[in-house]
């Protein structure tokens, strides 16, 4: 089977079809953080980097949204979770899962509200169960604008759940893009973005029973597994000389090399995963929230693979259902990430969630005529093992120190106002 998917491998990267066509200047996308690693080989080397002018910005004034309010009646007695990403893909099926319990009010945070609305609607989400508010992981303003429109909705209520699950993906850019504060997008949105979310959230769910933080994780970010470690580029923040450095243009990368597309964004989500670590250490104790990261399956069929070639489009969830064994639908990749946020066994915190063997190997053939193992479909809920890599401490100390600085949190800003900072 190894030389089956070898052989798949090789030949639809040859043809130049497993990395999607580039993508808008802005896009942001909550399917591209379960993303199968296939999708990373689309290139021999990295390049070297182009900058070019700025562009034009993202996130402006008139994208400013009025505070929304009244939010504590809407809410009732449910549990309030935010949502990024929540307009589609799985963001979109997480947001239906949980909403539809009757249990949850759901805060989608979506670059465009009206999308949010529109899709909410089609996909059943009962009406008074959700609201729509601006978010742009690409501008840090925009972070801190969501922060204070969520604070005047809720008013006295805390917030329960925050789930970080939108992320960009663009392996095949020759050149980088750049957030508004001049970051690499995906090290600025799929990282730093989140990063300055939850630190600013964290007051409000220490004040919260029983609360839970969930920062979506990935199999490309860790190299004990199929698409980490045998799918070339390898995540790897070097000496995160980048970083260090504040991650602004013309930096490109954490390790301070030349930009490289599919590994920008493996590298970020290594980021995120020990970001969850240091969240853990630092604040599990005294907030008593649960943080948590998942991997919840390769959706084959997801939005991103839309401009395709026909063949491609069919052949893929075929070959990670039939094959390796890593397909999952978005429906039940929706349920998984919200059963980190729901169920009573998962009320652990530093965990990396996983099902069906985490995609540490490729499938195998089963009684039932199935493959498993590999992270796909079906099998139930475990704590999965991160590399070594993605487990270093003193790494992620540093990720921290150096992610704080670059988005210029201050302390008075942070929990207890840093005093819990070491």
Not at 159 to 177: E, G, M, R, S, W
């Amino acid at each position: 089977m190894m030389r089956l998917v070898t052989l798949f491998l090789a030949a639809s990267s040859a043809a130049g079809f497993l990395a999607p066509l580039r993508q808008p200047q802005s896009a942001v996308s909550s399917a591209s953080t379960i993303l199968s690693p296939l999708t990373s080989l689309q290139a021999a080397s990295p390049v070297l980097d182009q900058v070019t002018t700025t562009p034009q910005k993202i996130y402006l004034k008139k994208d400013k949204e009025l505070p929304k309010v009244l939010g504590g009646l809407k809410i009732g007695l449910r549990e309030l979770v935010v949502i990024t990403g929540a307009s589609s893909g799985l963001g979109l099926a997480t947001a239906v899962e949980l909403s539809k319990s009757g249990k949850y009010f759901v805060v989608m945070a979506v670059r465009d509200v009206e999308k949010a609305k529109k899709v909410a609607k089609e996909r059943g989400m009962p009406d008074g169960s959700y609201v729509a508010m601006k978010l742009e992981l690409a501008n840090l303003e925009s972070v801190r604008d969501f922060v204070t429109n969520l604070k005047a909705f809720k008013a006295g209520r805390p917030l329960n759940h925050l789930i970080c699950n939108a992320a960009v993906y663009l392996p095949t850019d020759p050149k980088p893009q750049f957030t508004d504060d001049g970051f690499e997008m995906s090290m600025g949105v799929n990282h730093l973005g989140h990063f300055l979310l939850v630190n600013l959230l964290l007051e409000d769910m220490a004040k919260a029973k029983n609360a839970r933080c969930c920062i979506v994780g990935s199999i490309t970010g860790n190299t004990n597994t199929v698409g980490g470690g045998l799918v070339y580029p390898q995540a790897d923040l070097g000496n995160l000389s980048g970083l260090e450095k504040g991650m602004k243009q013309p930096i490109t990368m954490a390790d301070g090399k030349p930009f490289f597309g599919a590994k920008a964004y493996k590298d970020s989500k290594v980021c995120n995963m020990m970001t969850v670590a240091e969240l853990n250490r630092r604040y599990h104790k005294d907030t008593g929230i649960v943080f948590s990261s998942m991997y919840p399956g390769c959706i084959a069929e997801t939005a991103l693979f839309r401009e395709k070639r026909t063949w491609f489009r069919k052949l893929f969830p075929l070959f990670m259902k039939y094959v390796t064994g890593g397909y999952v639908s978005e429906e039940e990749a929706g349920e998984r990430l919200a059963q980190v946020i729901s169920d009573p066994r998962c009320n652990k915190s530093g965990v990396y969630w996983s099902w069906n063997g985490g995609a540490q190997t490729v499938g195998y053939w089963s009684p039932d005529g199935k493959p498993r193992g590999a992270g796909g479909s079906g099998g139930e809920i475990f704590e999965n093992q991160q590399s070594d890599a993605v487990r270093n401490p003193v790494v992620a100390k540093k990720v921290w120190e150096f992610s704080k600085k670059a988005v210029g949190l201050s302390d008075k800003e942070m929990y207890k106002g840093g005093r819990l900072e070491d």
